[in-house]
């Protein structure tokens, strides 16, 4: 089995900043990009950021400038370094690994449980 266990959500105030990290563990062939999505009361479940092995990275246009995702491969964790926070960043923040366990099990997503980001003063 694959889990994904996130930590780094809590309250803080407009302008803040939070690290969210996610650590993958379990049996993992090969590890294709690891993301953040959130999901705020009421609506959908949202692409926040992605990072692919080969480097690339996705970032919703509201967190742009604000957000940078990285990556420990070694350990498979992915972080979510979150700067000039604000109240409409309130959600939560649930972590996302695309990756194969291994040569006979397909390619799948994985979350993780999600973490509580609030952002108000």
């Known amino acids: 089995q694959v889990q994904l266990v996130e930590s780094g959500g809590d309250l803080v105030q407009p302008g803040g900043s939070l690290r969210l990290s996610c650590a993958a563990s379990?049996?993992?062939?090969?590890?294709?990009?690891m993301g953040w999505y959130c999901q705020a009361p009421g609506k959908e479940r949202e692409l926040v950021a992605v990072l692919t092995s080969s480097g690339t990275t996705t970032y919703a246009d509201s967190v742009k400038g604000r957000f940078t995702i990285s990556r420990d491969n070694a350990k498979n964790t992915v972080y979510l370094q979150m700067n000039s926070l604000k109240p409409e960043d309130t959600a939560v923040y649930y972590c996302?690994?695309?990756?194969?366990?291994?040569?006979?099990?397909?390619?799948?997503?994985?979350w993780g449980q999600g973490t509580q980001v609030t952002v108000s003063s």
């Open positions: 379990g049996s993992i062939l090969s590890m294709y990009a």
């Open positions: 996302n690994a695309d990756l194969r366990r291994s040569s006979w099990a397909p390619r799948r997503d994985y």
